[in-house]
């Protein structure tokens, strides 16, 4: 069992920035790779940006330059620090980990978070 908590969202102008935390916890031997995705209103479920334990790093087109993934292997946590925000990254962002349970394991799994709210609005 893992547990994924995100934060961090919010209300904020054209042009604005935050940054989204998500924290896992539970029973894991280590995680491989976190990232966000988002859904906005009517659309589908897209990724954002991933990070692997080795700290490379993948961006949809749309975010590149603006948004930056970093991740604290010690800690689990993954954050995305957002930067000039526009009205089309409003969404619901969601934390996602694929994990293994013991050492040297080819078995991984896949979970996410609850979701937090991001919209950007004049």
């Known amino acids: 069992q893992v547990q994924l908590v995100e934060s961090g969202g919010g209300l904020v102008q054209p042009g604005g920035s935050l940054r989204l935390s998500c924290a896992a916890s539970?029973?894991?031997?280590?995680?491989?790779?976190m990232g966000w995705y988002r859904q906005a209103p009517d659309s589908q479920r897209e990724l954002v940006a991933t990070?692997?334990?080795?700290?490379?790093?993948n961006y949809v087109d749309s975010v590149k330059g603006r948004f930056t993934i970093s991740r604290d292997n010690a800690k689990n946590t993954v954050s995305l620090q957002m930067n000039s925000l526009k009205p089309e990254d409003t969404a619901v962002y969601y934390c996602?980990?694929?994990?293994?349970?013991?050492?040297?394991?080819?078995?991984?799994?896949?979970?996410w978070g609850q979701g937090t709210q991001v919209t950007v609005s004049s």
């Open positions: 990070i692997t334990s080795g700290s490379s790093t």
């Open positions: 539970g029973s894991f031997f280590s995680i491989n790779a």
């Open positions: 996602n980990a694929v994990v293994s349970t013991r050492r040297d394991s080819f078995t991984y799994f896949n979970y």
